[in-house]
């Protein structure tokens, strides 16, 4: 069963910086390189919305919001995508989740449970 844990989340002042990680359990390392890796973040009373995503080829996408503050990554043999954050801010203040997608003749998405950021101005 597939599975996947952030942690790194906390409370930071803005201007501040965290890392986030998502560990992927479940999944041996082949599926995991292939994957599409994405950090999602919902705050209170917003839809929960994109904030960047890394294809297998590391190719990255950013939500306009984030860009220049945020860096996704991933350690392939490690099954760990991170989320790199400076410069942040109190609208950056959200529950962030992790999410793997898997692409073929059947898709999959898996969800982690999510770790608070909370930014103090």
């Known amino acids: 069963q597939v599975q996947l844990v952030e942690s790194g989340g906390g409370l930071v002042q803005a201007g501040g910086s965290l890392r986030l990680s998502c560990a992927a359990s479940?999944?041996?390392?082949?599926?995991?390189?292939?994957?599409?890796m994405g950090w999602y973040r919902q705050a209170t009373g917003n839809q929960r919305e994109m904030v960047a995503r890394?294809?297998?080829?590391?190719?990255?996408t950013y939500a306009d919001s984030v860009k220049d503050r945020i860096t996704i990554s991933r350690d392939n043999p490690r099954n760990t995508v991170y989320l790199q954050m400076s410069s942040l801010r109190p609208e950056d203040t959200a529950a962030y989740y992790c999410?793997?997608?898997?692409?073929?003749?059947?898709?999959?998405?898996?969800w982690g449970q999510g770790t608070q950021v909370t930014v103090s101005s």
């Open positions: 479940g999944i041996n390392s082949s599926t995991f390189r292939v994957a599409v």
């Open positions: 999410k793997m997608e898997l692409l073929g003749v059947n898709r999959y998405e898996y």
């Open positions: 890394i294809r297998a080829s590391g190719a990255t």
